[in-house]
């Protein structure tokens, strides 16, 4: 689907919250258990995401909540279970709930995962890999193709972290993600500790890979801490956990990613060993200081 058409069809239906821009800005995952900490918050100006799944029930207190966050905070809405990259055809019930989640809080933004969890009627609760070949590039482009018009509005699609490689791939991580986003005209959701997981685990430049990136696509970006293990035979082995601060090594990334394309808007995602909001927003306050940095020095450059 065209994504301008895409755009316009969103500009047609009448609006239920204000449009709150999310150009610029640090934004962390939302946690109901620092609810209370942030309605008392009289600073922060960032944004907010949330998993689709976990509001996919017709209302009660996590929509109450919810709807409170969107009045005042840009909201990201982020799936985790459309498996975009899996053999089967998207589940059509999911994908109706997700469509009216789009509709219901107008997100700023709207993202799913490069990755499969479905086999037949078996879900699996991970992000599985997939081989990139041309028969799962036709097949990721219809999912996509089939969700953007269900929206009515581009998806940010993000990049996996992996743990293996297929021999049956026959083009590169990157060559893949840039054929989808020019096939469907969606958008990407560069996951930065994504890149530096899957860089050490198999051995290859994070700067190499970024440097071969579609970077013109990006509309947001992930920065999430990661756990350091060891295979069997005792090499490096990373595991995007998202229950720790970002690792010095991916925030040098992300410096040189942002003063190549500018401040695009980053969440800080946070999903394990949940910290209390104070330390939390100081992780996005990292973030921001970076993104107006930045700001702060094309400004100049153009003076």
């Not at 258990?33 to 995401?49: K, P």
């Not at 219901?104 to 081989?131: C, G, I, K, M, Q």
């Not at 219809?142 to 990049?159: F, T």
């Not at 297929?166 to 020019?182: G, L, P, Y």
Request: with cysteine; aromatic share 8%.
């Amino acid at each position: 689907m065209n994504a301008a058409i895409a755009l316009n069809a969103v500009d047609d239906m009448p609006l239920r919250f204000p449009v709150l821009s999310v150009d610029g800005l640090a934004g962390t995952s939302f946690k109901p258990e620092h609810f209370a900490a942030i309605l008392a918050e009289s600073v922060w100006s960032g944004f907010f995401e949330v998993h689709a799944e976990n509001y996919m029930g017709a209302g009660g207190p996590p929509h109450r909540a919810l709807e409170v966050m969107r009045r005042d905070y840009p909201i990201s809405l982020h799936g985790v279970c459309m498996s975009i990259g899996g053999p089967q055809p998207l589940d059509k019930v999911h994908l109706a709930r997700f469509r009216h989640l789009v509709e219901r809080y107008e997100p700023a933004l709207v993202s799913e995962h490069l990755a499969w969890s479905t086999h037949e009627t078996r879900f699996h609760n991970d992000l599985l890999p997939l081989p990139y070949t041309r028969a799962t590039l036709a097949r990721v482009c219809d999912h996509i193709d089939e969700i953007q018009e269900a929206i009515r509005r581009p998806l940010l699609l993000e990049n996996p972290s992996s743990y293996i490689v297929f021999r049956q791939s026959t083009m590169s991580e990157t060559d893949f993600i840039r054929a989808v986003s020019r096939r469907t005209g969606c958008g990407l959701l560069l996951d930065i500790n994504n890149v530096f997981v899957s860089a050490t685990n198999h051995g290859f430049a994070a700067r190499d890979y970024l440097g071969d990136f579609p970077l013109s696509a990006v509309g947001e970006i992930h920065l999430a801490g990661h756990a350091e293990q060891a295979d069997d035979e005792g090499a490096p082995l990373l595991i995007d956990s998202h229950d720790g601060p970002v690792a010095d090594e991916v925030w040098k990334l992300y410096e040189t990613v942002i003063a190549h394309c500018g401040p695009i808007p980053t969440l800080i995602e946070w999903d394990g060993r949940i910290p209390d909001w104070p330390r939390l927003r100081a992780e996005a306050a990292a973030t921001q200081a970076i993104l107006d940095r930045h700001q702060r020095d094309a400004c100049h450059a153009v003076a």
